[in-house]
T-cell receptor, first 118, second 114 residues
Framework: GAVVSQHPSWVICKSGTSVKIECRSL??????MFWYRQFPKQSLMLMAT?????????EQGVEKDKFLINHASLTLSTLTVTSAHPEDSSFYIC??????????????FGPGTRLLVL | DQQVKQNSPSLSVQEGRISILNCDYT??????FLWYKKYPAEGPTFLIS?????DKNEDGRFTVFLNKSAKHLSLHIVPSQPGDSAVYFC?????????????FGEGTQLTVNP
């Protein structure tokens, strides 16, 4: 249980184009999803918290107009990197929050999406 | 302000021995702690968690210990296996962090030698 998928797993795009990454919780409903970014040899950096049916909450320093997040359903959140530039090249990981009866919320992560902007 | 710290960037252990990964935190409002394992170019995999009302949680080869007074937790893996070689992140939630928002440590690279 608690499987999270991401699509695509990797993408190469030209500078100036937009890229959409999908995050799905496959076997549970997630009212909250999170988007992270990881640079080589660094920890996960939380970019934003996505709540179904409401606007995402962005971390300080993350441009909301550049990283558009849509959480249209309880099983799907999307991150769109708009007008991508080479400095946006990174490993993007989503997670979905699952709450089992009698348990505290646990985040389950997707496999990540490697973005390379040329 | 790094609220969750893993002071050892790397750890090397012989197969069959115990691996002990450490994590310290500064925010006394954290009430839930998790350990994740991560391979390169993959998302983190949830391993084990512990609530602040407990001091120990065990799941197979993995045991997490929590010392609230010292604001310290550790993950014990015994016996260690070569397949355990990965980066291990500890994470914490609670207090000012809203909902299940996690604060991660920097990670520790564990290498288990055959």
């Amino acid at each position: 249980g608690a499987v999270v998928s991401q699509h695509p797993s990797w993408v190469i795009c030209k500078s100036g184009t937009s890229v959409k990454i999908e995050c799905r919780s496959l076997d549970f409903q997630a009212t909250t999803m999170f988007w992270y970014r990881q640079f080589p040899k660094q920890s996960l950096m939380l970019m934003a918290t996505s709540n179904e049916g409401s606007k995402a909450t962005y971390e300080q320093g993350v441009e909301k107009d550049k990283f558009l997040i849509n959480h249209a359903s309880l099983t799907l959140s999307t991150l769109t990197v708009t007008s991508a530039h080479p400095e946006d090249s990174s490993f993007y990981i989503c997670s979905a929050s699952s709450l089992a009866p009698g348990e505290q919320e646990t985040q389950y992560f997707g496999p990540g999406t490697r973005l390379l902007v040329l | 302000d790094q609220q969750v710290k893993q002071n050892s960037p790397s750890l090397s252990v012989q197969e069959g021995r115990i691996s002990i990964l450490n994590c310290d935190y500064t925010n006394s409002m954290f009430d839930y702690f998790l350990w994740y394992k991560k391979y390169p170019a993959e998302g983190p995999t949830f391993l084990i968690s512990i609530s602040s009302i407990k001091d120990k949680n065990e799941d197979g080869r993995f045991t997490v210990f929590l010392n609230k007074s010292a604001k310290h937790l550790s993950l014990h893996i015994v016996p260690s296996q070569p397949g355990d070689s990965a980066v291990y992140f500890c994470a914490a939630s609670g207090g000012e962090t809203s909902g299940s928002r996690l604060t991660f440590g920097e990670g520790t690279q564990l290498t288990v030698n055959p």
